[in-house]
């Protein structure tokens, strides 16, 4: 295979037009094109609106070797053909069947390699299975009316479930567990344009059906998935896992438990501070903020719709006079501001689309750091703390709605009383509040100091309609659970691993951290 990078065409394109200019680099007649596909799509707007797609392309053809070194080209070179290797097996019997607690993508992902290679896993999730979780999700919604077991956090697929399902990762991926992620979700019936695009996403409405296909599959490969259920306690026998409790009367024996709880498991993360050594992290909160798409569009691409584009998005970040660093978060091009509580008497937002990303207005986390020294708790539940004294003013502010702000009023501290030209693009309900006393003094100063930052950036970004919703208060796991070079916590046998753990942000990180325990647990024991 021979690899051609950055090869340029006018967005829009056809694939025939892609294909003349494969065979134009690469100097030969159409008939000598054996196959070719892309492995990379990025944009290129930089002369906006003159807009480019720039691809890397793996292509067969004949005399490889030769028409590279004739071609005598630094973008075009022999591909490297390296794929993603799961681990030789190793040698260590298990008396019991490996379990997994969490479906998110961690908990997800570890249990489908694990199932595919002959572990039999058991996956257990507090929460409900897709179906039921999306009918109790959208009665909170219409209602108000939380359940505690299932919601936006809790129950299969995770806290991504209801997302954008956005798949970009920093992760740097030398063993292609990354790009595994994304032919697994291809596999299950997700768009493959995921394997190229530069910000590949999925949806909430294709990876529900993702992720019920993925189940499927782990049953069928001998694992099983156990639906409201919850792990209530660990059997731990002079530092050696034995055992779980599940909903506080059934008992589990095992001696490999890979933690994958998800962000949001505070009654787990307690109970886990009985065996297992924690330790509180930084994080980051602050508000949802809406515009116009149209608005991002035209700042992005310089035209107000771009049909081989779509929705726009946007990476921003400032750096604030009183040292806090304030950055855009989980962008939801044509989404919505969900409410994301998981507990009575505390409210969350998250952002959410659809695959077409289709709603009128762009959304984005605006958040700020906070470290264990904003915590006056210092123990590992500090960060937990934190988020729940937010969550508890959110909830009181906006009278259980979803508190809402005119960036205008949220400068001068006044309650707004009506919108503008922006109108909300939220899953429940909102009210009209104050969100400076929601947020810590520190973090509104920041904000206010980096929308209009953000605003020589991308123009209208600072508009006074612009709308605040908040409070955005589960953007990663405010603790990490210590484990060593093999994977382990200090108790032997329990792998804690995703976005709970502490060891990923988002939905790719976590599905590449579960396929890393999956791995650490395969090279140990047998199946």
């Known amino acids: 295979m021979i690899q051609i990078n950055s090869l340029k065409l006018p967005c829009g394109h056809s694939k025939e037009e892609l294909e003349e200019k494969i065979c134009k680099q690469l100097k030969i007649s159409r ?6 596909k892309i492995l990379r799509q990025s944009i290129d707007a930089r002369k906006k609106p003159e807009l480019f797609f720039v691809y890397l392309i793996e292509a067969e053809v004949d005399n490889e070797r ?32 490996p379990v997994i607690i969490g479906t998110g993508p961690a908990g997800l992902f570890c249990g489908y390699l694990l199932a595919q290679h002959g572990y ?20 909170f919604w219409e209602t108000g009316e939380l359940d505690e077991k299932t919601n936006v956090s809790f129950g299969e697929g995770g806290a991504g479930t209801f997302s954008d399902g956005k798949l970009n990762t920093l992760v740097k991926d030398k063993l292609m567990r990354n790009r595994k992620v994304l032919e697994i979700f291809v596999e299950h019936g997700a768009p493959e344009e995921i394997l190229y695009q530069q910000k590949p996403h999925i949806g909430t409405d294709v990876l529900k059906n993702v992720i019920v296909s993925m189940r499927k599959s782990i049953l069928e490969y001998g694992g099983e998935v156990r639906f409201d259920s919850c792990m209530t306690d660990l059997d731990v026998r002079d530092g050696i896992l034995a055992g779980i409790w599940v909903n ?5 024996a095992c001696e490999t438990l890979v933690l994958a709880t998800g962000h949001s498991a505070r009654d787990t993360f ?14 980051a909160v602050g508000v949802r903020i809406e515009h116009p798409q149209e608005m991002i569009n035209f700042s992005q691409y310089g035209a107000a719709h771009v049909s081989s584009l779509g929705a726009a998005s946007y990476k921003l970040t400032h750096q ?38 289709d709603s009128k207005n762009a959304n984005s986390a605006l958040i700020v750091t906070v470290t264990p020294q904003d915590f006056p708790d210092a123990s590992y539940m500090g960060g937990v703390a934190f988020q729940r004294r937010l969550e508890q003013a959110a909830y009181r ?10 960036f205008g009023d949220f400068k001068e501290g006044r309650i707004s009383t009506g919108l503008g030209e922006v109108k909300p693009c939220t899953k429940g309900a909102y009210a009209f509040a104050d969100l400076n006393q929601v947020l810590p003094k520190p973090l509104t100063e920041a904000l206010c100091e980096a929308i209009p930052a953000f605003d020589r950036k991308i123009h209208g970004f600072a508009r006074e309609d612009a709308l605040l919703l908040g409070v955005e208060s589960r953007t990663s796991s405010p603790l990490r659970m210590v484990r060593d070079e093999n994977g382990e916590s200090n108790v032997r046998g329990l792998y804690p691993c995703g976005e709970g753990a502490g060891y990923a942000g988002g939905i790719t990180s976590a599905a590449m951290d579960g396929i890393r325990a999956a791995e650490w647990i395969a090279a140990r024991f047998c199946p």
């Not at 008939?31 to 070719?36: A, G, P």
């Not at 065996?275 to 994080?283: D, G, L, N």
């Not at 989980?330 to 659809?354: D, H, I, R, T």
Request: charged residues 20%.
């Open 397 to 406: 502010a906006g009278n259980s709605k979803i508190p809402l702000q005119l």
């Open 248 to 252: 506080q009367t059934e008992y589990i």
């Open 31 to 36: 008939s000598h094109l054996k196959s070719w």
């Open 66 to 97: 030769t028409i590279v070194k004739k071609l005598h080209n630094p973008s075009i070179v022999i591909a490297s053909g390296q794929t993603y290797t799961f681990p030789k097996e190793g040698v260590l019997q298990q008396k019991h069947r």
């Open 270 to 283: 307690a109970m886990l501070g009985k065996h297992i050594h924690m330790e509180p992290k930084s994080f």
């Open 320 to 357: 604030a006079e009183n040292g806090r660093g304030v950055y855009s978060f989980c962008m939801c091009p044509g989404g919505f501001v969900v409410n994301a509580s998981s507990e009575k008497g505390g409210l969350a937002v998250n952002g959410m689309s659809y695959h077409a990303r």
């Open 120 to 139: 039999r896993p058991i996956l257990l999730e507090r929460g409900a299975d897709v179906d039921n979780r999306s009918k109790k999700v959208e009665h």
